[in-house]
């Protein structure tokens, strides 16, 4: 059965809505856990700054990704411009 992209299926929404539910869920979860493990109270600024950190963590995974893909795009070229004047310099042989 095919979706039309200009008017998505309502049942995709709401997968999507149970998944975003289900994320909640597992953040609660967490929360409590630390909660019970630390035998603490987290009130909504403690869970923000919480929330805010597990953020700043996911963004410098990104980004440091994202620098080692470039630092290899780099490598890959330089690779295959000494490929290239290696080449000039030695032609196969036609022969």
């Known amino acids: ?3 039309d992209k200009k008017n998505p ?3 995709k929404e709401i997968h999507l809505q149970n998944n975003i539910n ?3 869920s ?3 979860q967490h929360y ?3 909660e019970k ?3 603490i109270v987290l009130d909504k600024d403690d869970r923000e700054c919480i929330r805010n950190l597990v953020v700043c963590i996911v963004n410098e995974k990104h980004a440091t990704t994202e620098l080692n893909e470039h630092k290899l795009e780099l490598a890959d070229e330089i690779t295959r ?3 290239f004047w290696k080449n000039l310099d030695n032609p196969a ?3």
């Open 37 to 39: 493990k630390f035998d």
């Open 93 to 95: 042989d036609p022969n």
């Open 81 to 83: 411009n000494q490929n």
């Open 26 to 28: 597992y953040i609660t």
């Open 32 to 34: 409590d856990w630390l």
């Open 22 to 24: 289900l994320v909640k």
């Open 1 to 3: 059965m095919e979706v």
């Open 9 to 11: 299926s309502v049942s």
